[in-house]
């Protein structure tokens, strides 16, 4: 699927497409500072879709460790979430892992959970921030 860039008659794949607005790379996700306040209805919006993406993100970062526990440590599913949720949540392993490859599996399972925590932390808290920083820029009306 083509589409085509709005400042030339080449066409370009859709992804490209996807990350230019107006022409620009990287557009702004959230409104710029010379512009308005966001509504309080929209702002939850926004809030509720963030939160959304990372309840999704967490729950599949969850399924790839009950996953792997289950296959490369042999244990059962409650274990198996037991343990993916303590490693995910930074709080460690509960059992014995049998061998090497299990071991394995858990240190990079551990390293990656790291970053997808602080990952998700990130994403839900944005928009929080962007409203307190734009919200500290915003242009007050002299009487």
């Given at each position: 699927?083509?589409?085509s ?38 702002f939850?919006?926004?809030?509720v ?8 993100f ?5 399924g ?18 037991l343990n ?26 551990a390293?990656?959970?790291?970053i ?15 409203r ?5 820029h ?6």
């Amino acid at each position: 699927m083509w589409v085509s860039y709005p400042r030339s008659d080449r066409p370009l794949p859709v992804f490209h497409a996807l990350l230019t607005v107006e022409g620009r790379y990287f557009p702004a996700m959230f409104e710029h500072r010379s512009k308005p306040l966001l509504s309080r209805k929209r702002f939850i919006q926004r809030q509720v879709k963030y939160a959304l993406f990372a309840v999704g993100f967490i729950g599949v970062s969850l399924g790839i460790g009950v996953w792997g526990y289950m296959f490369f440590g042999g244990f059962d599913a409650v274990d198996a979430l037991l343990n993916a949720s303590m490693i995910l949540a930074g709080m460690g392993p509960m059992g014995e892992l049998p061998d090497d490859a299990a071991k394995l599996f858990a240190s990079f399972y551990a390293l990656y959970s790291g970053i997808a925590l602080l990952t998700t932390v990130g994403v839900v808290l944005a928009p929080l921030v962007h409203r307190l920083l734009h919200s500290l820029h915003v242009e007050q009306d002299e009487d």
